[in-house]
């Protein structure tokens, strides 16, 4: 058995192979529900796998809160509300949660909206790795992160983002209809600051713990999760009465123009109409999504990493999830017969490799810092 220490390299490594479990076991039950691929009948739309993927990732993330009892509080810093006592860090926890609730929508609706699903997952995830080194920088300067941001890790951010650049590079000019799209940008723009927003809470509460205080990141998650659920809870009560007024208008279209409608009034519609009308799959879908709950322990758990820079830690799982979303293409290619993975996917996958090499060097010389000054274990090597 793997027994490893908190913050040790060998921890590391176990959340990110879990993670890459997950996500590829999610990237390919994807393509079994949407898409060309689909080999559920009848296949599903964005929206609909949107809607009960998020709903079975959701109930395992509260189900595993509750039950393993991750909620109840792990600090010694509480604020007066009225008659509550309550944990100071919810006022920030809590709008992380909010962040959370807009950043897994906006996901799929910039696949909705994109031509290229590529383009798409390339905008986001180098977005995720600028964001992770802009909110160091901005901490440092805060005060709030005392640690130096080493030299291999911004390295290794060139080479990611290089990594996302050859993509880019290779797709068709159609690709990039998203600039001149107002839908597009705006989708992307609350992506974007959602997860800025998130990034930087997360390493706030990271960075400002009182010397020998717990760095509890179950509870973190948990309360983040609790926050995330209410706020989609709200979010689908309100789309679902706006969805409803407006179905029947859309309805009347023709084919052509619902095509060309508005895509807020298509994605209210069929939002509503995931719920209106239920697909014969639901459950096969919240089944699948329960594994993406199991991708949003690890991906929290590697964000939050005791010791590690915003840089290092965001670098970490996005390069984590670009393999795994390479590796679940190839294993849908030999067993659905789906797209091979492109020269562009084997180029990038390359240079990801070398900014991995560049990561490894920085967390040698990381946990030999972190060991000096005591603040992790030595854990025993992997047999």
Known sequence: MWKTAEGSTGRLVQLCLAYFFFYVIFGVATKCFTG????IAPKMNDMEFLVWSTLGGSLVCLFVVFTAGWYRAKTGRFIQAGPLRLPAEYAYIIPSGVCTAIVIPTTTLMYMILKSVMVAMVIMRASVIVISRLVDEAQIRQGILRKTVYREENVAVAFAIAAAGTQILLAKSSDFDFLRNAAAMSVLSCYILAYMFRIYIMNYYKNTRPRGAPLDNKWFFSIEQIAASGAMLLATAVLFSVGGGQGAAFAGLDAAAQAQADWKLRSVVLFHDAFAQVHARWFPAVLAGSVYGMVAFFS??????????ATFAGLVNRLTSLVAGTTATLLSYFIFGGRFPSRADWASL??????????SVAEKRRTAEL????EIEAGPKPA
């Not at 060309?36 to 080999?39: E, G, I, L, Y």
């Not at 929290?300 to 820079?309: A, E, L, N, S, Y």
């Open 36 to 39: 060309s691929t689909a080999v």
């Open 300 to 309: 929290v758990f590697i964000f939050m990493f005791k010791g590690r820079t």
């Open 350 to 359: 390359g240079l990801i490799l070398v900014a991995v090499g560049f990561l």
């Open 371 to 374: 060991a000096a000054a005591k």
